[in-house]
């Protein structure tokens, strides 16, 4: 049992002392060699434990090194150094690719560049096709994990007619068809309004809490963080800090100075302690602030 999570310690990804750096090309399109002391790791040293099942939500500025480190985690990318296991199995070794990345799929920003067919239902089936999987199995898993988004009635709409929130859920559909146990959002919601970020969230929480997908979720928006059951800090290419919502966020002035914000009542809650009133920045939620505002009422 995972002391920090309570679930089940068996692990969905796990890294040790992870590094990468992007590789760098003269004119001629030669890799250029560079001695240790000039190269820009994007990550270093990571060494992380994924259990499955978990919500694990990872923050970061932009550079920070939280996409490098996501595009580990279904062999998009190699590390330079370090090991990574995804379900047990070593992706490191190229041998494995399509082995890890049918246990751990990929959902992007940009829901328009994940359409590859003009019928919905003919996208969700991309990525079976890809893998050798027969049609009439297909058709199943299709019907499946449209109904699992809940975008079912729309399989045989264009995707271009969808709005941004439906082609996102559209996204989803076609990894959860693949049958992963994890899948990774790479910021799914940075070009979406706020109608179609409940609903891509929606389907987030979802697949977690009643499928049991192991998700990792990539995010600008800190109230999309606070519904994770963990939260992994990036900075400068190294893991800042790793605990709890209700515990990271606590921690404002830290999260502020490497250029991150907080939810906003618990930053309203580190203003009232600033000014002298006694109160737990230990707080995520409107609930949690008013019930603490009621009790320091009473006591006065």
Same mark, same amino acid.
């Given at each position: 049992m995972d002391e920090k999570t309570g679930l089940p310690g068996d692990p969905m990804i796990r890294t %040790?002392?992870?590094?990468?750096?992007?590789?760098? /090309?003269? =004119? @001629?399109? &030669?890799?250029?060699a560079l001695p240790e002391s000039e190269?820009?790791? +994007?990550?270093? @040293?990571?060494?992380?434990?994924?259990?499955?099942? $978990?919500?694990?939500?990872?923050?970061?500025?932009?550079? +920070? #090194?939280?996409?490098?480190?996501a595009k580990h985690f279904n062999a998009l990318l190699l590390p330079v150094r370090g090991g990574i296991w995804v379900d047990s199995i070593d992706a490191t070794n190229p041998a494995n690719t399509w082995e890890v *990345? +049918? *246990?751990? #799929?990929?959902v992007?920003?940009?829901? @328009?560049? $994940?359409m590859v067919a003009t019928i919905v239902e003919e996208d969700v089936a991309f990525g079976c096709e890809n893998l050798g999987i027969p049609p009439q199995e297909i058709r199943q898993r299709v019907e499946k994990a449209l109904?699992?988004? #809940?975008?079912? =009635?729309? *399989?045989?709409?264009?995707?271009?007619?969808?709005? #941004?929130?439906?082609k996102q859920r559209i996204a989803i559909a076609g990894i959860l068809a693949m049958r992963p146990k994890c899948i990774?959002?790479? %910021?799914?919601t940075a070009m979406l309004d706020p109608s179609g970020r409940k609903e891509v969230m929606e389907t987030?929480? =979802?697949? &977690?809490?009643? /499928?049991?997908?192991?998700v990792i979720h990539i995010t600008h928006y800190m109230e999309e963080a606070v519904q994770a059951d963990r939260i992994v800090v990036i900075e400068e290419g190294s893991i800042m800090m790793d605990d709890t919502p209700v515990n990271v966020f606590s921690r404002v002035q830290e999260i502020k100075a490497i250029g991150l914000d907080v939810p906003q009542v618990t930053e309203v809650a580190y203003l009232l302690q600033t000014a002298g009133i006694p109160i737990d920045t230990h707080i995520l939620t409107i609930d949690e602030m008013v019930g603490i505002l009621c009790q320091l009422k009473q006591n006065m």
């Open positions: %040790e002392h992870l590094y990468h750096y992007y590789h760098q /090309y003269d =004119e @001629d399109g &030669n890799q250029t190269i820009q790791y +994007s990550i270093k @040293d990571i060494t992380l434990t994924v259990p499955k099942g $978990q919500f694990l939500c990872i923050l970061g500025h932009n550079g +920070s #090194g939280k996409s490098t480190l *990345r +049918s *246990r751990a #799929g990929m992007f920003q940009n829901p @328009d560049n $994940q109904k699992e988004v #809940g975008m079912y =009635e729309f *399989r045989k709409h264009a995707p271009h007619l969808l709005s #941004g929130g439906q990774i959002f790479d %910021e799914p987030v929480r =979802e697949l &977690n809490r009643d /499928y049991g997908i192991t």
